[in-house]
């Protein structure tokens, strides 16, 4: 039952091994607050569209299942557009159009089919926290690496020596390829071994 | 036949539902969103022009400015109004102005809040929002690069590149000569305004 949660992590990640959702794991990692927002933004659709959809599964015709799903996952991305932006509006700014993108991640439309649509409400859960924090934690350290380097920063505190040049690459969109293609490949190249 | 009613039924039910519960949320939500914003107009009317105490809305009808752009879509007849407000202190006293100037720079409409005294020189400005590059452009909401404005007269916004006294960002000539040419323009429109008001 633990496997469920745990293999979002490093076995079945959803960017590095499964290369699901990398559209935002590209655009919202050029700062560690970003990459956390995103992530707890898109656990929280995800786990939630995985219980509507694990329950309603039973009622649901193959034939439409896809867009009852979309229906389910996109009425979760506007409640969080809406609860951010009432409460959370300063996070809300610097995700800005990446929100209603939630709706188009593959992680959750992946896992709606590939899972909650064949399983319990309990394993989808889990399933959806794993896949979840297993994107977040992708996105944290694409993110803590393009800004270390990028801006000297972490969550915005300085942490490299004063006279560090920032590489300013890193936190513009070639920094967001290059760092997530040598993570990609550090991942395999753990696996062969 | 059945089927397809069927079909499109379940279909109309899941979204009837999910449209209950989102209008239910929006009713909840935007008088807070929309609050937010007012209140954060406010906080920065109050962050460039500190000294004062309370503030008037006035707007002045401004010329249609022929785009240069053909491709940029006509702006809607409302914003042919500037909208600006008078400052005032404690007494009464007319201290300064304070308005939102905003262009378009590399990659996003970069809005700044601005605040003049009576003389129309700025005496502080606060980007209030931008999507400029990130780590190039984005730097214009350092400190640093928005002090280098307070106390600039109309005449001495412009880039060093072009012959004024605002040092431009590394690698960002362009967003900073956005933002100086707004405010440029914002103090052109106050200007006028302001002649007026001493006609009356």
């Not at chain 1, 896809?66 to 009432?86: G, N």
């Not at chain 2, 949320?25 to 954060?40: H, S």
Request: proline share 3%; aromatic share 10%.
């Amino acid at each position: 039952m633990l496997r469920e949660f745990t293999k979002g992590f490093i076995k079945e990640n959803p960017v590095f091994v499964m290369a699901l959702g990398l559209c935002p794991t590209l655009a919202v990692t050029s700062s560690v607050v970003n990459a956390i927002g995103m992530g707890l933004a898109a656990t929280f659709v995800l786990v939630f569209s995985n219980i509507i959809i694990s329950l309603i599964k039973d009622f649901i015709p193959t034939k439409i299942r896809i867009p009852a799903y979309i229906v389910v996952i996109a009425s979760f991305v506007t409640i969080v557009d809406m609860v951010m932006h009432a409460y959370l509006p300063a996070i809300h700014k610097s995700l800005g159009l990446f929100i209603p993108l939630i709706v188009v991640n593959c992680i959750i439309l992946g896992r709606a089919e590939a899972f909650a649509s064949k399983n319990n409400v309990l394993k989808s859960i889990l399933d959806g926290f794993g896949m979840g924090f297993g994107f977040t934690f992708a996105l944290v350290v694409i993110g803590g690496i393009r800004e270390v380097l990028g801006a000297g920063q972490f969550l915005g505190m300085n942490v490299m020596w004063t006279s560090y040049k920032p590489m300013l690459v890193a936190i513009l969109a070639p920094g967001a390829f290059i760092v997530m293609g040598l993570l990609m490949g550090l991942m395999n190249l753990k696996k062969k071994k | 036949m059945k089927y397809y009613i069927k079909l499109g039924l379940i279909l109309f039910v899941i979204t009837a539902i999910a449209s209950g519960i989102l209008a239910f949320l929006n009713g909840k939500t935007q008088p807070i969103i929309e609050e937010n914003q007012v209140q954060a107009q406010i906080n920065a009317r109050l962050d460039v022009l500190s000294a004062a105490g309370f503030f008037v809305e006035d707007s002045i009808k401004i010329a249609k400015k022929q785009d240069a752009n053909p491709l940029k879509i006509q702006k809607e007849v409302s914003e042919n109004w500037f909208k600006y407000f008078r400052g005032f202190d404690a007494d009464s006293l007319l201290i300064g102005y304070t308005f939102v100037a905003s262009l378009y720079g590399y990659s996003s409409e970069v809005q700044t809040m601005v605040g003049v005294d009576t003389n129309l020189v700025v005496k502080k400005i606060k980007i209030i929002s931008q999507a400029e590059t990130p780590g190039l452009g984005a730097n214009c909401v350092k400190e640093d690069f928005q002090k280098q404005f307070d106390g600039k007269s109309e005449k001495q916004l412009a880039v060093d590149k072009d012959g004024g006294e605002i040092e431009s960002i590394t690698g960002a000539t362009i967003t900073t000569r956005t933002i100086a040419n707004s405010i440029k323009i914002g103090l052109n429109h106050l200007s006028k305004s302001v002649e007026i008001e001493e006609v009356d």
